[in-house]
């Protein structure tokens, strides 16, 4: 073999050696990405990790250390466990609120002599009790008066009570009831249709269905946007966007829009929301979204935010530890060990926010001890990240996750320097739950223009429950009573900040009197 030939060779293997290298990690990255969508569809959406755990993987020896001392330990699990044979004690129901109804049980005996017999003793037990709704017709019946001594004079008689739409069959009470079922309870409207008719024997067809959520909307618009403007009024604003499929006949399929959320936190409370619909997901959603917004926006690190703040210089961003430490938790499901580190910082600062949010913290303390006790822990996991940054490689997950966090630094750490700005924006999306849970059941919005409508029931219907209300008590006292109000009546009774149900406000009268 001649030594030409011998080069060609060895060049040519060298080769073979490097592609089936990169063959090898492109692999290796390939089943890496697999294992995440399979875990993301199968595995339990729980992100809390055991601090033991950490601890073990980041120091083998601290177990063996334990061991030799005679400290005795066991897993987490099972400290929380109760002993065989004890039962969990239950936490009591609250059922003040409910109305107690009696039944009198006299004995045979006593019926037939009472005279015979003297009361000494009564034994109560309460039962919860439960009955079912009762379908029926309200017939509003108006006489007509005329006057005995002049019957040519012009009849009187009560106006018709306002109503949100004219000619519209049913009561503020059915729509609330049929609103709640859809957008809170996660009933599509076909299978509304198919229970009123198999149960109660009303045909209710789902364009009606339909319409009344068209007319629900419609009467409750002016409370979105009086709830839009109070929110564009807050200093620190939440951002974030869901997808919702709608139809688009056009097309003869599905198309994709977005829900865009808005949230203004209250130091660790959950504030309102405000839902706003939008068919696709580009910058210029923000304009609608945020008109004249200036203030702190927390996002996540979706491009579209730092395209529309660098538009307005009054808008600082900051961003959510809840989504940097989301990919650290992925890798390290995945079996890649290093990620272990930055958790076990992030769980620190995580346990901060926790002992705030029990002690209720204002803004100026929240600043006060992340300012001493949270940047300390920043600078350490600054450090692990640059560290982690030259040891694994870029398209890894923990890299991934490294560059991710890197480059939203400045903005993650601005929580830190203000205790108006939350670590995350999870308040935000737990709002986005019950869209999320309701498109699994009625897959799609019915169109472009109805998801608009969507947004607003979302919206108001969540900000009913976030203050403590019954929803549907609160739609149907609402529904009732905005047809009959103008432009100089107070709308901010209705909104779910500072609605009294009715029974309330009777009973805050009655002790005024």
Known sequence: MTPAREQELLGEIARLRAELEKSALENQLLRQKLDLILRKLFDKKNESLDPAQLELLLDPEAAKKADAAGEPHAPAAETSTPAPGQRTPRKPRDLSRLEVRETLLIPEPVKACPDAWREIDRVETDRLDYQPAAVFIERLVRPVFVRRADPDAVPVKSPAPPSMRPGLSATPRLIAHVMVAKFRDHLPFYRQSAIWQNRHGIELPRHTLCRWADIAADTLEPLY?????????????????????????????????????????????????????????????????????????????????????????????????????????????????????????????????????????????????????????????????????????????????????????????????????????????????????????????????????????????????????????????????????????????????????????????????
């Open 225 to 513: 946007k009086l709830t839009h403007r109070h929110l564009l009024e807050a200093e620190v604003l939440q951002a974030d966007e869901s997808p919702v499929r709608f139809l688009d006949p056009g097309r003869g399929k599905c198309a994709t829009g977005y829900y865009w959320g808005l949230h203004a936190p209250q130091c660790g409370a959950k504030g309102d929301i405000l839902f706003q619909w939008h068919p696709s997901r580009r910058t210029a959603c923000l304009d609608a979204l945020l008109p004249g917004y200036t203030g702190i926006l927390q996002t996540d690190g979706y491009t579209a935010y730092d395209s529309w703040s660098s538009r307005n210089p009054g808008v600082t961003l900051a961003a959510c530890w809840a989504h940097a430490r989301r990919k650290f938790h992925e890798a390290f499901k995945a079996g890649h060990t290093p990620a272990a580190t930055p958790l076990r910082h992030i769980q620190q600062l995580y346990q901060i926010e926790k002992t705030l949010r029990q002690t209720r913290a204002g803004p100026e303390e929240r600043t006060r001890v992340r300012q001493a006790e949270a940047v300390p822990i920043l600078g350490e996991l600054h450090q692990t990240l640059l560290q982690l940054q030259r040891q694994v490689l870029p398209r890894n997950p923990v890299g991934e996750a490294v560059a991710y966090t890197l480059t939203l630094w400045p903005r993650l750490n601005l929580y830190a320097t203000d205790g108006r700005i939350e670590v995350d924006n999870n308040n935000l999306e737990n709002a986005f739950r019950p869209p999320a849970v309701g498109k699994r059941n009625w897959l799609f919005v019915g169109g472009e223009s109805t998801g608009q409508r969507g947004a607003i029931l979302h919206t108001l219907l969540e900000n009913a429950v976030r203050h403590g209300h019954n929803p549907e008590a609160w739609l149907a006292d609402v529904l009732e009573r905005l047809p009959a109000m103008t432009n100089h009546d107070d709308l901010e009774i209705l909104l779910p900040s500072h609605w009294q149900s009715p029974a309330a406000t009777r009973a805050a009268l009655a002790s005024c009197a």
